[in-house]
C-alpha cells in the first residue's frame, strides 16, 4: 500500500502529467483504494487544483465533499480554482464555509476571497473581508494589501486604494506598479498623482514605465510621452506600439514614421498602425508603400490592414487601389487572410465601391455575403452606398428586404439616417414621413437630430418650407446647424427670404466656425441677390470683410494610375497677405454691387 501511495503522490507532485479527464479518472481511482482521498490533504489539493485547470469543477467539488476534514490548503484550492475558472460567486461562498467551520485562514485565503469581491465589484462584501483579514493579522501582508489596492479600485474607491498602499509597512515594485495603475487605468486619467508617484518609485521596472507612457498618451499629451520613452532605461515591443498608436492618434504623423524607421523589432500591430494613421491623414500612397513593404518583409496583412487600406480608398475615391486590393483579398483568402465572404472585409468593399460610385461592385459584393453573417453594418453600408449616389428606389428596396428577410437583423440609427436621406435625394416626402414617424413605434428607435435634420431637408426640398419650419419649432431636441443650414438651404431654392433671415440668424448662435459661418453668409447673400435685395448684400458682404471670414477653400482629389493626387487652395503659387485680400474682397463686392444695382 505505501507504494501505491508514494506512486500516487509522485505524479501529483508533477500535475502536468494529469492533462486530460482520462487520467484524472485514474488517480482518483488510485486516490480512493488507497484511501487518500481521506487522510492526505496534500494528494486532495493538488488533485481538486488539476480538476479545476481541466475545468472540472463540478468534479473537484464532489472530491472535496468526500473529505471529512480538509485543511486549510484544500480549502484555499476550492476557492482559487473557482476564482480562475471566472466563478467568483462560488469562491465566495466557499470562502464563507470555510470561516464558518472555523478553518484557520491564511494570506491565500484573503488574496482568493478579496480578488472575487474584485471581480464582481461587491464592495461591502469587500469591506468585510477587509475587516476578516485585518482581525486575523494580514493587514500588514504585502500581497494581501496589492489585492486589497485591486478590489477598491476596481470599485471606484481611489481614496481607500490609497490609504491601503500609504499604510502599508513595506512595499515592493509590484506594489507601486498596482497604485500606478490605478491612476492610469480607468476612463480618466489622473496624471498628476500618477506622476507623482512614478517619480517616487524607488524601484522602475518594465510595466511602470509603460503604465506612465502609455497614460500620457491616453491623455493627449506626445511630448510628455516621447521625453519619458526616450529616458527609459527599457523598451519593448508593447512600449513602442503605444507610442505608435498614440502618434497615429494626434496625427503627427512625421514623428510616428521617425519612430518606426528605428524600431528594430516590429510586428503586425505596428505595420497597422502606420498603415491607419497614414490613410486617416490622407497620405494613401504612402499607405499603399508600407502595405507592398510589408509582403516583401514577409509580414501577412490580416482584416484589419486591409479595412484601413479600403477605407482610404472610400475616402479618396480611389477605385483601381480598391479594385487592386479586392483582386489581393482573392487571391490570398484562406492562406493568412478571410476571404471577402467575411462580413468585415465585404463592408469595407461595399462602403469602398459605393464611395467611388462603382454600385455594381458594391452590389455583387453584398451579395456574394452569407446572409446567415450579415449584420447591421453591412446592411447600412449596401443602403447609404445606394442612398449617396441617388439609387433611392433601390436603397429602399435593400431596407425593406432587410426587415423581412430570413435572418432578421434590426435597423439601428445609421440604418434610418440612410433609409431617409434616399427619401431626401428622390424627393419621396410621403414615404419619408412613414419611415420617421414608424421609427419609435415600429422599430423601437428614438429619433435623433440627424434623423430630424434629414426631414427638415425632405420638406424644404419638396418647397414645403413652412411645414419645415413648423417641423423645427416642434423638435423635443434644440436644433443644430444642420437642421437650420437644411433649412437655409430650402429658402435658397424657394427664394423665402423671411424664413431664411430667420434660419441665419439661429445659424448664427449654434455655428462658431468661422468657415461654416462664411457658407452660410454666402448662401444668404445669393438669397438676397436674387430677390434683388442688393444692400442687403452688401451688408452681408461687409460683415465677412469686417469680422474676416471667408469660406474655406476646398480641395479636390482624382486618382491618377495608381497614385492618388490633391489639389486645392495649397496649390496656388501667388497668395496675398490676409489684409490684401480682404481688401481685394471688398472691392471686388463693392464693384459687383454696383454693376447689378438697378
Not at 462603382?358 to 446567415?372: E, G, I, M, N, T
Not at 480682404?582 to 463693392?590: C, P
Request: hydrophobic share 40%; aromatic share 10%.
Amino acid at each position: 500500500m505505501d507504494s501505491h501511495n508514494e506512486l500516487v503522490i509522485s505524479i501529483l507532485r508533477q500535475p502536468t502529467s494529469l492533462n486530460n479527464y482520462r487520467r484524472i479518472m485514474l488517480i482518483h481511482v488510485h486516490l480512493i483504494r488507497t484511501g487518500l482521498h481521506l487522510t492526505s490533504s496534500f494528494a486532495v489539493g493538488n488533485f481538486i487544483s488539476r480538476c479545476f485547470v481541466l475545468g472540472l469543477c463540478s468534479y473537484a467539488c464532489r472530491v472535496f465533499d468526500q473529505m471529512p476534514q480538509p485543511n486549510s490548503f484544500v480549502w484555499n484550492n476550492m476557492i482559487r480554482g473557482y476564482q480562475n475558472n471566472n466563478q467568483p460567486q462560488p469562491a465566495l461562498h466557499f470562502y464563507d464555509r470555510m470561516r464558518c467551520y472555523g478553518v484557520v485562514t491564511d494570506q491565500f485565503t484573503f488574496i482568493n476571497a478579496v480578488t472575487a469581491c474584485a471581480d464582481i465589484r461587491d464592495y461591502w462584501k469587500g469591506k468585510r473581508v477587509h475587516g476578516d483579514l485585518l482581525r486575523c493579522g494580514f493587514g500588514s501582508d504585502m500581497r494581501v494589501c496589492t489585492s486589497l489596492i485591486n478590489f477598491h479600485s476596481a470599485c471606484g474607491a481611489i481614496s481607500c486604494a490609497r490609504k491601503v498602499f500609504d499604510e502599508m509597512p513595506v512595499k515592493d515594485v509590484v506594489s507601486w506598479t498596482v497604485i500606478l495603475l490605478v491612476y492610469v487605468s480607468g476612463k480618466s486619467v489622473d496624471i498628476d498623482n500618477a506622476r507623482n508617484l512614478f517619480d517616487d518609485m524607488p524601484d522602475k521596472d518594465l510595466v511602470s514605465w509603460s503604465a506612465m507612457i502609455g497614460a500620457y498618451v491616453k491623455s493627449d499629451n506626445m511630448d510628455k510621452a516621447r521625453e519619458l520613452f526616450d529616458k527609459s532605461p527599457v523598451s519593448d515591443l508593447l512600449m513602442c506600439n503605444v507610442m505608435l498608436g498614440g502618434y497615429s492618434k494626434s496625427g503627427e504623423i512625421d514623428n510616428l514614421l521617425g519612430l518606426f524607421d528605428k524600431m528594430r523589432c516590429k510586428d503586425l500591430v505596428s505595420w497597422n498602425t502606420v498603415i491607419c494613421g497614414l490613410v486617416q491623414t490622407n497620405r494613401l500612397n504612402e499607405a499603399m508603400t508600407f502595405f507592398k513593404l510589408m509582403q516583401q518583409q514577409k509580414i501577412k496583412p490580416n482584416d484589419i490592414t486591409l479595412v484601413s487600406i479600403l477605407s482610404g480608398c472610400a475616402k479618396a475615391g480611389a477605385l483601381d487601389i480598391g479594385t487592386w486590393i479586392h483582386s489581393y483579398i482573392d487571391k490570398n483568402s484562406g492562406s493568412h487572410i478571410p476571404s471577402f465572404d467575411d462580413v468585415v472585409i465585404g463592408t469595407a468593399l461595399i462602403d469602398m465601391y459605393s464611395k467611388c460610385g462603382a454600385l455594381k461592385s458594391a452590389q455583387y459584393v453584398f451579395d456574394r455575403l452569407p446572409k446567415s453573417n450579415l449584420d447591421v453594418t453591412a446592411w447600412n453600408a449596401i443602403i447609404n452606398g445606394f442612398s449617396m449616389n441617388g439609387q433611392s428606389k433601390v436603397a429602399l428596396d435593400f431596407f425593406n428586404q432587410m426587415l423581412t428577410d430570413d435572418h432578421v437583423v434590426n435597423p439601428n440609427e445609421v440604418t434610418l439616417v440612410g433609409v431617409l436621406s434616399a427619401c431626401v435625394h428622390g424627393g419621396l416626402v410621403k414615404e419619408g414621413r412613414r419611415y420617421f414617424t414608424s421609427m419609435p413605434t415600429s422599430l423601437g428607435i428614438t429619433p435623433s437630430i440627424e434623423h430630424y435634420g434629414c426631414m427638415v431637408d425632405l420638406l424644404g426640398r419638396a418647397g414645403l418650407i413652412e411645414e419645415a419650419y413648423e417641423f423645427i419649432k416642434g423638435m423635443p431636441l434644440i436644433p443644430h446647424s444642420g437642421v437650420w443650414g437644411a433649412l437655409l438651404g430650402a429658402c435658397r431654392i424657394y427664394g423665402n427670404v423671411k424664413l431664411a433671415e430667420c434660419a441665419m440668424d439661429h445659424l448664427m448662435k449654434v455655428d462658431s466656425n468661422d468657415g461654416d459661418v462664411a457658407g452660410y453668409l454666402a448662401i444668404m447673400s445669393n438669397i438676397y441677390g436674387g430677390a434683388g435685395m442688393w444692400e442687403e448684400v452688401d451688408q452681408v458682404r461687409k460683415m465677412m470683410v469686417g469680422k474676416k471670414i471667408c469660406k474655406v477653400p476646398g480641395s479636390s482629389v482624382v486618382e491618377v494610375n495608381g497614385f492618388i493626387h490633391e489639389f486645392g487652395a495649397g496649390d496656388h503659387r501667388h497668395e496675398r497677405p490676409y489684409d490684401d485680400m480682404y481688401e481685394l474682397l471688398d472691392q471686388l463686392s463693392t464693384e459687383l454691387i454696383s454693376i447689378n444695382s438697378p
